[in-house]
């Protein structure tokens, strides 16, 4: 039996194609969620463990631990993909803003690994860890600063546990740009943001599903940053 790996906010989009890519595969999954929705429940019947997770509190952090624990002694991977993508203007209180993603894109990557060193290391494969940051990492984002602080935090303990954890695991960034767009986007705003990229295109979840096999494939990569961002940064 394989070792199952552990996926973070797959409740959709990328996280649910990723595990679905996973399961089609037949690699156990292992996935926390924050709304229940069919996706989960469809996840469920493939035969995926599914953890209910709001990670805004440290208790509901610490009780999803304590079951990512229990679930397996060990695991292949862990995929932090659960997110928030919040605009500052929309928070009137702006210490809970950036306590709440700090908390969610970094604290939790944090605990997380550091809370599964052992079930990481314990077995003769070598493991991976990836960390969702975002195009923002490196460039910062006038809309979203505290979202771009804290997914810059995540790429740093990208290094740090790459550092710390090597040679038994493999700790990468995923860095997407604009990947999805979200219900409601104007057509507007879709046109605009097209044109953000040199190739002028948005692929779909299936971009970082083909980005997570490549690192879990690779024996030479760690500490590094994939970046799917269509030529955005040369624009
Ligand atoms: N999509 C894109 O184009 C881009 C994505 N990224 C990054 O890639 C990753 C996946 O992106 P995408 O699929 O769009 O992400 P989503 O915006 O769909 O969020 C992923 C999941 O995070 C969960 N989540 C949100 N808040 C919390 C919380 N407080 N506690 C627990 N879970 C929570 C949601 O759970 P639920 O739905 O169950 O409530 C959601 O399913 C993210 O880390 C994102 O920042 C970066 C750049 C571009
Ligand atoms: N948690 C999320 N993070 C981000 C999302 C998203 O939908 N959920 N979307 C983006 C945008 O696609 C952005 O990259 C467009 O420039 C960024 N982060």
Not at 163 to 182: E, G, T
Not at 190 to 208: H, I, N, Y
Request: charged share 20%; aromatic share 6%; glycine share 4%.
């Amino acid at each position: 039996m394989s070792l199952p790996v552990l996926i973070t906010g797959a409740s959709q989009r990328l996280g649910l194609a990723m595990a679905e890519s996973l399961l089609d595969q037949k690699i156990p999954v292992v996935i926390t969620y924050r709304t229940y929705k069919p996706s989960v429940a469809s996840l469920k019947e493939r035969g995926a463990t599914v953890i209910q997770a709001d990670f805004s509190t440290e208790q509901a952090i610490d009780r999803a631990i304590a079951e990512i624990k229990a679930i397996n002694k060990s695991y292949r991977a862990v995929i932090h993909n659960a997110s928030d993508w919040a605009i500052d203007d929309k928070y009137e209180n702006k210490d809970q803003l950036m306590t709440y993603m700090m908390r969610i894109h970094a604290l939790v990557p944090y605990r997380i690994n550091l809370a599964l060193e052992t079930h990481l290391t314990n077995h003769n494969l070598v493991a991976d860890i990836i960390h969702m940051t975002d195009y923002v990492q490196e460039t910062g984002s006038e809309k979203h600063m505290a979202y771009a602080a804290s997914k810059a935090a995540l790429h740093n303990l990208t290094l740090s546990f790459a550092k710390r954890l090597a040679p038994k695991v493999k700790v990468n960034s995923i860095a997407p740009a604009l990947l999805m767009f979200n219900d409601g986007d104007s057509d507007h705003y879709k046109e605009k943001a097209r044109t953000k990229s040199l190739l002028e295109v948005v692929p779909g979840a299936q971009e970082a599903v083909k980005a997570m096999h490549y690192l879990m494939q690779s024996e030479y990569i760690t500490g590094q940053t994939l970046h799917l961002d269509g030529g955005r940064h040369l624009k």
